[in-house]
């Protein structure tokens, strides 16, 4: 019999009831480090001071109204976000697949606006995830998630992952968009190297293409600096946000330039949750937090701390682990084994990691995680890959 809960999900047998700071406790009273905060979400991690009290504040004043009407919520979160990067204009939704929705509906009304409504083809790379509407798997378009839904969205000329040379081939008159990811998460934490993102900004620029990045997973301070693409010196044309602007609450957003969004009058797109008050009472606590020189050196410190820790576990379990390697806050281990096997043994030693593609479990911390915090990590991932290690001599 089908459970109550579509079984799309494969669980792990643990359940929370409750977090505070990098710290969740299961049901029967243990306490997990989470090295996962709910896939990137969690940026500030569990309970913070500041977005409890924004969202119970927000909640006792007013939860929803209409975007049929002014929320002062969302222009203030709107006018942080236009203060802090490239972007003009900010249009919010509720996920990061629905903002990979309205990149694509933007970058297409763009070319259509501009008398190329041939152009509605975009650019994208193996091993990206822009979520599972039907936009982000045929934007995808891997196997594992396309397979059996029928006919895909058109348009999505897929590349291989760090084909410049391949970026340049399949441009034709018929070419809207590239868009990438700067980090990729679920593809197994593959950063794209800042002399990649800077090539591909300049072959937009001479091809009249627009440059979409998905910093879904990578964005909101994960790598040390508010988005990722600060790091290469470019900018986007659009760019998708979620999962940590909302801290936990479900909330995501398009940024553009005014350009980029000049096709997107007032009719042509719109949701009925998108920026409401609680979401972006929360999102303005985030982006107060986040968005400071301050916040921003300490996840540099504590990622400088982490990454050379986790040097030092990968070459003391040589047989477990192949490499580290990300940004910031935002790390992969390459698993020898199975990564699935060392997820599991995390759990074992009460510690929270998430597996990826490419073998690789996946570091995504609160980015407010203490050198306390860092160094319980060091210990149970310590233990959780000597756990592995055994199992494999013994096998
Ligand atoms: C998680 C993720 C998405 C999808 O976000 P949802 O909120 O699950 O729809 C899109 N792109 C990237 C890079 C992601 O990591």
Known sequence: MIPSVLPTYNRAPLTFVKGEGAWLTEADGRR?????????VNALGHAHPALVAALTEQAHALWHVSNLYNIPQQQALADKLVEHTFADTVFFTNSGTESCELAVKMARKYFYDKGQPERVEIITFDGSFHGRSSAGIAAAGSEKMTKGFGPLLPGFVHLTFGDLDGVTNAITERTAAVMIEPVQGEGGIRPVPDAELKALRQICDKNGL???????????GRTGKLFAHEWAGITPDIMMVAKGIGG??????VLATEDAASGMTAGTHGSTYGGNPLGCAVGCAVIDQVATPAFLEGVNRKAGLLLQKLEGLVADHPDVFEEVRGSGLMLGLKCKTSNIDMVNAGYENEVITVPAADNVIRLLPPLTLSEDDIAQALIRLDKAATQVNSQLTSA
Request: aromatic fraction near 8%; glycine fraction near 20%.
């Open 32 to 40: 997990f480090l989470d090295l996962g905060a709910g896939i990137a």
């Open 210 to 220: 627009l440059l979409i990045l998905d910093e879904v997973q990578c964005g909101v």
């Open 248 to 253: 936990g609450f479900p909330l995501g957003a």
